[in-house]
């Protein structure tokens, strides 16, 4: 178990065996999402996927808050300082959203407080949720003048469209007991419970066939709005198939023993 490295950002990582726990840590800001902040965290997910050390990632938050989007205040003093504000697709930097859900390694979003604007975007982007049953969920970005662009199209894809719509355009919150009925949480526990249910989750996933889950979570992604038979023949990523692991899989089942992942 490694010890964990802060960032000046406010991004904490630990990495905990084949786990890597990335965790918020701007309590003052609940957890605002400062430009150097995304930027810190593209760098850990991209990192997390090189290597094949990194199996299953946590992303949570410190403080009363999981994420309350973007940092209003550093947005503010841009404005003050008449500088050109970019649409979030026309910045000369990755998107924060795109990454996570690109990044090959599954990710567990610990939903410790509200999860609000680009907070509840970064939980959707992420594939797990888990969070106790008050907390908040919403896209205000109505009420703000904002626009939602990550939401607006990955909403409608993960709930109903009719309450997706209803989100979007009144910018009112939910509770995450709310959207556990809809599928969109995993797990609903006490709030005290959120982190290590979460922990738990990712430590099971991670001590599956590495190529295996990395397969499926990329075929799963990106087949999702292609057509049965496009999707079918993706081969995305390393094959399971032809791997040492599936072989050792097996073995591994047969000869009533755990298995020993070497992940090629």
């Keep these: 178990m490694g010890e964990p490295v802060r960032h000046e950002s406010g991004l904490v990582v ?17 957890n605002a999402l400062s430009s150097e902040l995304q930027a810190d965290l593209v760098e850990a997910l991209l990192d997390a996927a090189e290597g094949g050390q990194v199996r299953a990632i946590v992303l949570t938050g410190n403080g009363p808050a999981f994420c309350a989007g973007f940092d209003l205040k550093e947005i503010r003093e841009q404005d003050q300082r008449g500088e050109r504000f970019r649409p979030p697709m026309n910045r000369p ?28 975007e970064l939980a959707l982007a992420c594939d797990l949720r888990v969070a106790s049953p008050d907390v908040q969920l919403g896209l205000p970005e109505a009420k703000i003048g904002m626009g939602a662009n990550f939401g607006s199209v990955v909403l409608p894809k993960r709930i109903p469209m009719g309450i997706a719509m209803e989100l979007l355009l009144t910018g009112e919150y939910v ?8 599928g969109l949480v995993n797990r609903l526990v006490a709030r005290d419970e959120v982190v290590p249910t979460a922990v738990a989750l990712a430590e099971q996933i991670a001590a599956n066939a590495p190529i295996s889950v990395r397969r499926m979570k990329e075929t799963a992604v990106k087949g ?26 097996i073995a591994a089942r047969l000869e009533k023993r755990a298995p020993v992942w070497r992940g090629r």
């Design 14 to 30: 630990e990495d905990r065996g084949h786990l890597r726990l990335l965790t918020l840590d701007r309590p003052e800001r609940r």
């Design 93 to 120: 930097t990755r998107s924060l959203f795109e990454v996570v859900t690109e990044t090959p390694v599954p990710i567990v979003a610990a939903l410790n407080g509200p999860a609000v604007a680009g907070g509840f």
């Design 175 to 182: 509770t995450a007991e709310d959207a556990a009925r809809w």
């Design 224 to 249: 999702l709005e292609l057509p049965l038979w496009q999707a079918l023949r993706l081969d995305v990523g390393p094959n399971p198939y032809l791997s040492e692991d599936r072989k050792e899989g």
